[in-house]
């Protein structure tokens, strides 16, 4: 059983920058970030293979926002820069058993959660 507690969340304005946390209670075999606004769907953002540092970012993300773990720490961070009105959602970090390269983006495929940290993007 794999604990995720996250933290970093807040309110800030339209080309600002935040950075999320994320705490596992052990070393799951992928680790990534999904986010969900009010009325839509949970969307993938970006997923770490925890052991070979495979990383994929949703379009919508890449170049803006940066995955990065601390080992010593059990700990993966979210770098988020340049940030959109449209980013805007509760960011839940989610962990799985194994990396896979065909269905990282999919939210089914994790078996862990985090409670959720809200991400405000004031324009």
């Known amino acids: 059983q794999v604990q995720l507690v996250e933290s970093g969340g807040g309110l800030v304005q339209a080309g600002g920058s935040l950075r999320l946390s994320c705490a596992a209670s052990?070393?799951?075999?992928?680790m990534g970030w999904f986010r969900q606004a009010p009325g839509k769907e949970r969307e993938f953002v970006v997923v770490?293979?925890?052991?070979?540092?495979?990383?994929r970012y949703a379009d919508s993300v890449m170049g803006r926002f940066t995955i990065s773990r601390d080992n010593a720490k059990n700990t993966m961070y979210l770098q988020m820069s340049s940030l959109k009105p449209e980013d805007t959602a509760v960011y839940y970090c989610?962990?799985?058993?194994?990396?896979?390269?065909?269905?990282?983006?999919?939210?089914?495929?994790?078996?862990?959660w985090g409670q959720g940290t809200q991400v405000t993007v004031s324009s």
């Open positions: 770490m293979n925890w052991s070979g540092g495979s990383i």
């Open positions: 052990g070393r799951p075999s992928s």
């Open positions: 989610a962990a799985g058993s194994s990396y896979s390269h065909f269905n990282y983006y999919r939210a089914s495929f994790y078996n862990y």
